[in-house]
């Protein structure tokens, strides 16, 4: 190990209890999106970079959904590393099923509990720490480190990270480091994308004596929603390299999403998951509408499933289709640098070498990807993600800082 891998190590070892206790107070300042108010929670985060004197820019096109953005040039020209987080959290309604405050940040058996604890306060936690901490290394470091905290992540919303790549280019670099919660035996560097559609089905109605008089929209909604499936048999075209990752991968992609997931992981998937029809149980319902959540897997592209969509629908006058929402699937190498590099980091740090996945869920790193940047996720478990007991385990939050950071390092050394 070098003098400064060693200093990082070090640090993260000194400074454990300040870095446990931020997490902890920044799952304190609740940032539910929906609203999506995280001025408590970025307020958290200035207070603590003041507190380190270190500079940084608040890009707020919304006033309540602030961005963060800090950067520093190292002593010799190099890469650019961007470090990435969001800031804003699932919501909790009224904590029902919750064993431990929503937002309490309680440490409960070597667990951290909140929402947010893994998505993904602690993986943004983990960026905030591996820029301050590099920060101190900048007289003997390559390239340009940026640290950007963003809002509205969670609805896919325009103020966050999406804003910043479109007016802000200085956050684009050339290679984006992530900590939202995936499990360390990952690294992933591709995600499905979704495809969400409103269907809606109009017909006369009747009386509910009078069948003879009108269709059901109901009754074509279900008709509908099983000629859909036929979207999951779309067959996708990927390159050997991406085929052979996913291949290699399975046993990987069920540990960290579940048995089945890498079944799914390269099919297209259909989740009906909102329906509304009808107004009484006497009346031949003349309105139905539901939402259907497509998942698109790395080779399909939207046009490919909106023509089975629009041979499916020319059966069915009596329905529409419109878009709500669509984010293509995104992905970069799997046998990149950056991964190499988390790979050599994780086997040191844990004794296990994580695999390069493509994950079902998606993130803000996808944005990146777009513009052909690659962008890599290396987070914690994510138990209780989206729902109740959310948690990280506290020992696998700091492995997950001490890879960021000497990931950061070494990416930025090697350039
Ligand atoms: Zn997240």
Known sequence: MNEDRDSLTQWIDNERERIISFLQAFIRCKSPNPPGDTTEAARHIM???????????????????PNLIAAFDGARAGKHL???????????????????????GKIVNGKIYGRGA????????????????LHRLRDRLKGRLTLT??????????????????????????????????????????EKGPLWLEFKIRTRGAHGAYTHASESAIKVAQRLIGDLELVTEIEPAVSDNIARSLETARESMDKAMGRGAADIVSKVTLNIGVIE??????????????????????????????????KVLARYPQASVTEINFNPPSYCAPDSAMVGIIQKNVETL???????????????????????IPAYVYGPFPHGM??????????????????????????????
């Open 47 to 65: 207070d603590f970079l003041r507190n380190e004197e270190l500079e940084f820019r608040v890009i707020a096109p919304e006033a309540t959904m």
């Open 82 to 104: 961007v470090l990435n987080g969001h800031i804003d959290v699932f919501p909790v309604g009224d904590g029902t099923g919750w064993a431990e405050d929503p937002w309490g």
């Open 118 to 133: 893994c998505d993904m306060k602690a993986g943004t936690t983990a960026s905030i720490f591996t820029y301050v901490f």
């Open 149 to 190: 905290a963003v809002s509205d992540e969670e609805t896919f919303g325009p103020w966050g990270a999406r804003y910043l790549v479109k007016h802000h280019p200085e956050v684009l670099g050339d290679c984006v480091l992530n900590g939202e919660p995936g499990s360390p035996y990952t690294v992933r560097f591709g």
């Open 277 to 310: 029809g009808g107004l009484k149980v006497n009346m031949v319902p003349f309105a139905c509408r539901f939402e259907a959540d497509i998942r698109l897997p790395l080779g399909v592209t939207k046009e490919k499933v909106m023509a089975v969509v629009g």
């Open 350 to 372: 844990g004794g296990f070498k994580p695999t390069p996945i493509v994950s079902l869920g998606g993130t803000d790193a996808r944005l990146w990807r777009y513009r052909d």
């Open 386 to 415: 989206g729902s109740t007991n959310e948690h990280v385990d506290v020992e696998e939050f700091l492995h997950i800082v001490r890879v960021h950071a000497l990931s950061a390092y070494d990416y930025l050394m090697a350039g």
